[in-house]
């Protein structure tokens, strides 16, 4: 009795994926023991049948003792994110389950890489004056693709879908649990419905339906997340006083490696809000960096120029345009014409490419399905989102407090409650989160000043407060040893304060690291009359004692203090 039951379970569980047997290649990303990844071979045109390509893929194994047999299958969004990655991160949410992390075909995991950097300069150059050429820009990156014996009609979300099915088939799985997050959740939708027999459940993180018309709805979106954050009179304010007068600031450009001016306007900034606002570290930090905004503080502007950078290497925009310019754009009107420089670029790329309209699909799935979104999504609002969830004939939408765009990556009770869905379909979900607004950070919580941030990028600028906490330890225990009340007190002063900053600031890290970028926490400037007290005390035990390190000691009091209050505040 026993050897049988051993035998149908063997029979029930998927075999465990081995180099050999996964067709394996070297993992590009860092991942956790027992994962293989592997290429999936597909054809580039399902439609005509020719040239093949390859789709990247990794598979964790589960080691647990009630191992599951149905995987969870998982892919990032964009278009164009990549998913690897969070291979280990999703091993960990998933404990007793296989994952499995799929690429999109064009993506940087996948062969051949359909990366486009003239348009990510074309994207960047809007920050410059004058502009790039976006067209201009497509014509460069298509026909170099061209070359490549690329076929763009081959990346499109219906090719994206079939890849997900072809490889379940591959791997040998009865079914899975689909996990698609923002653009990936068209994807798995389509998955659904084309493999049935296939789908055990389905999770959709920040839903985008078919049928909502993203562009024109982006600036919609951006001023009801402004509203729901309470800050879209400031918003507004920055917004004008910076397209009446525009700031400079200096940031990298990301692909040529070096510095440029960057002419950032009341409607860059809200380009460049719509993408931060994704984070709900941001979003939670908001109202104190959109008010001081409105009030003129352009110190703020550097680290969100700096993130444009990194946003314009996240994707592989030949593939992103490729399936915007098929899936997305053609079905959006683009009247009035939008403010938001992203969306105008991406249009004049695919007036450029001219590819061909893709056909609606209208998928639909009768697996269980569980719909996520995050209060302050500026993309996949609730207002789109929960009217699809309710429009699938087995699905239930939930909204999490605080969260924004990507639930599962920023709230740890929408993992639990994502987990507990995977793990029991057919039971509804427990009570709903509670608010957690821990991140959350108001004007009032914060002194303004770019100093940090400044820091972040180059320590080195720390040094007088570090020389300062230095000095003030070695006075104290000199003073505490010679019985030099005032030197001892000058010193114990100076510890105190450094303590009490750094203590403050780290705190305010744990709970919303992003606020660093826009100050740090208000009793600071409190704390500073300590180290006020600190040099009047130097400065007092010099009278009494003229020697160098007295000397030393007032001089290095004063310097800081000037530091302090002229750069750092």
Known sequence: MITRVVLALALTVPPVMTPSDAGASPCPVAVPERTACGFLEVPERRDAPGRTIKVGYAVHTSTAKNRRPDPVVYMSGGPASASMQLTGFLSQMFPDRDVVAVEQRGNRYSQPVLGCPETAEALLGQLRRPT??????????????????????????????????????????????LFGVSYSTRVMVDVAAADPKGTRSVVLDSYLPESVNWYDDAARNLADSATRLGIKDAFDAAVARLNAKPAQVTTTDPILGRAFQARISGDDLATIMAEALHEA??????????????????????????????????????????????????????????????VNVDKAVCDAWQLPKAQPVNATTKAPVYVVGGQYDPTTPARTSKPAAE??????????????????????????????????????????????DTAAVRPGDLHVTGAPYQISKSPWLAAPFALFALV???????????????????????????????????????????????????????????????????AAALLRHRRWPQIAAAVIGAGFLVWWFTWFL
């Open 281 to 342: 570290d941001v979003a939670a930090v908001a109202p104190a960096m959109v008010g001081a905004l409105a009030e003129g503080h352009d110190e703020l502007l550097q680290p969100l120029a700096d993130a444009v950078g990194g946003g314009l290497v996240s994707h592989e925009f030949g593939l992103y345009h490729a399936v915007q310019c098929q899936d997305e754009v053609p079905f959006n009107t683009f009247t009035p014409k939008p403010r938001l420089f992203t």
């Open 132 to 177: 790039a050429d976006a067209a201009a820009a497509a014509g460069q990156c298509r026909a170099r693709l061209q070359e490549q014996g690329v076929d763009l009609r081959g990346y499109n979300t219906k090719e994206i879908a079939a890849d997900v099915v072809a490889l379940r088939q591959k791997l040998g799985y009865e079914s899975w649990n």
């Open 472 to 538: 003030s330890l070695i006075q104290l225990v000199a003073g505490a040893l010679k019985g030099r009340a005032l030197g001892a007190f000058g010193g114990l002063s100076g510890v105190a304060f450094a303590g009490l900053v750094g203590q403050s600031v780290y705190a305010l890290a744990g709970r919303n690291e992003t606020a660093l970028a826009v100050g740090v926490p208000s009793v600071v400037t409190v704390y500073t009359w300590i180290a006020a007290a600190s040099a009047v005390l130097t």
């Open 391 to 436: 429009a699938l004939p087995d699905a239930r939408f939930e909204e999490f407090p605080g969260a924004s765009h990507a639930v599962f990556l920023s709230s740890a009770c929408g993992r639990r409650k994502i987990l507990e869905f995977v793990n029991d379909p057919a039971k509804p979900t427990a009570s709903p989160c509670r608010d957690d």
